[in-house]
């Protein structure tokens, strides 16, 4: 069995693609049951996904290993109006599907203590534009004024060895190390690389194949169930500070550094009566401390400078509310809904073309079955309800001038997933 989970592990540090752009660039939940109900999870015991969620859960969770895939469809679009012939029209991401693997593994060393690793990922910065269909004034272009299809690609692994103490029967503390692995590319930029002093270092900018970063973070945790019918659950993440993307040093603010957000979580579950489950989370992602995330893109200084422009990512709320109801011994119904904080201001459009991340409303939906020998086959759906960011267009400040015209981004998301779970 620890050979399967190593050659697992290994495999999902390969994959490379992952897009998860619900909650901001982070996913509406982890796990397949947390994703039926819109990601509540901080107070709940159901699976083995206590590294991403809370990892005081796992010391309740039992002996699993959870095995899932989802398929995830984001639409992305962008347009622009008011700036004249060539530099107006609309486009749409050509990557518009994607398998996100998920894995999760718990294991009981004593009654009162549990060792485990979560497998999980980040993403959403993931699009793909088609050049040419632009002209601003040196033949065809994309439409931030390159040459070639426009686009970037950010994936983020995170493997979460866990372990999990029940201080008493009802309460658990838990601590979960985050080794973290990034994967970027940029394409399509070479109007930032090419305007004079734009980029402290302009062949850093763009089109130079795929960089990586790491870094090492770490997410406590806290569980109790104070009653049969109330449990509580509190996560803690702080920012994992990542290396450099060197080849992306004149791009990313601090010279290629793109760390991960301080974020935190508290839930409350509830059980009227022992069918129903009512979950409540709320967590706070704080996008707006990591500075090229965070950082607005008028900012006066240049692209890779330590205080240079970034997305302007604001601080987001996120509310994550999920029903959970056992019809029988066999099967079980979820509901959930997820809605955050918009994260995108309209005065940071023009750069958000690259990391369309505006929606904020999600609709949840899930099952599990139980088979006869106490496997469970999970299955979820979520939808993202479109909407869209609009501002003035900020590509006549490269020229001299002040934003003017009007830049509109869109998205809505769909994502189906099936995952297994043995009971070990």
């Not at 009981?108 to 993931?126: H, K, P």
């Not at 270092?201 to 997410?219: A, E, F, I, Y």
């Not at 079980?332 to 005065?347: L, Q, V």
Request: glycine letters at 14%; hydrophobic letters at 40%.
């Amino acid at each position: 069995m620890q050979r399967r989970i190593a050659v697992f592990i290994g495999a999902l540090m390969l994959c490379c693609g992952t897009a998860s752009a619900t909650d901001g660039y982070f996913s509406h939940g982890y796990g397949m049951k947390a994703k039926g109900r819109g990601g509540a999870s901080a107070a709940v015991v159901a699976d083995a996904f206590g590294g991403a969620n809370n990892p005081a859960t796992m010391v309740m969770a039992g002996n699993q290993l959870d095995v899932g895939l989802d398929a995830f469809n984001p639409e992305r679009s962008a347009e622009r109006s008011g700036l004249g012939p060539g530099l107006d029209g609309s486009v749409d991401s050509g990557r518009s599907y994607f398998a996100i693997p998920e894995f999760a593994y718990n294991r009981m060393l004593r009654d009162n203590l549990a060792l485990g690793v979560t497998v999980y990922g980040n993403g959403g910065m993931n699009t793909d534009y088609p050049g040419g269909q632009f002209n601003c004034g040196q033949g065809a272009a994309n439409m931030l004024c390159g040459s070639g299809a426009l686009g970037v690609d950010l994936t983020q692994l995170i493997v979460a060895p866990t372990l999990s103490y029940a201080i008493t029967p009802n309460q658990s503390i838990g601590i979960a190390p985050l080794l973290t692995f990034q994967r970027f590319s940029a394409k399509g930029l070479q109007a930032f690389a090419g305007i004079p002093g734009l980029s402290a270092q302009p062949d850093k900018v763009s089109n130079n194949g795929h960089d990586d970063s790491r870094g090492v973070g770490v997410r406590v945790g806290y569980y109790a169930r104070i009653s049969p019918a109330f449990a509580v659950g509190a996560a803690y993440a702080g920012k994992t500070h990542m290396s450099r993307f060197s080849e992306y040093a004149g791009l990313f603010a601090g010279r290629g550094s793109f760390d991960i957000p301080e974020n935190y979580s508290l839930g409350v579950a509830w059980t009227p009566s022992a069918p129903l489950t009512v979950a409540l989370d709320y967590q706070r992602i704080n996008y707006g401390d990591v500075a090229s995330v965070g950082q607005h893109s008028l900012v006066p200084a240049q692209l890779g400078a330590d205080n240079g422009p970034g997305f302007g990512w604001k601080n987001i709320n996120v509310w994550k509310l999920g029903l959970e109801y056992a019809s029988s011994e066999r099967w079980t119904w979820r509901a959930g809904f997820n809605h955050c904080d918009e994260p995108i201001g309209s005065a940071d459009v023009t750069f958000n073309i690259l990391a369309p991340g505006v929606v904020t409303n999600h609709l949840t939906l899930g099952f599990t079955y139980t088979t006869r020998a106490g496997g469970e086959w999970t299955v979820a759906y979520m939808h993202a309800f479109e909407r869209s960011v609009q501002g003035a267009s900020i590509l006549p400040v490269f020229m001299g001038g002040a934003p003017a015209g009007n830049e509109r981004i869109s998205m809505h998301e769909n994502s189906l997933g099936i995952a297994y779970a043995w009971k070990l």
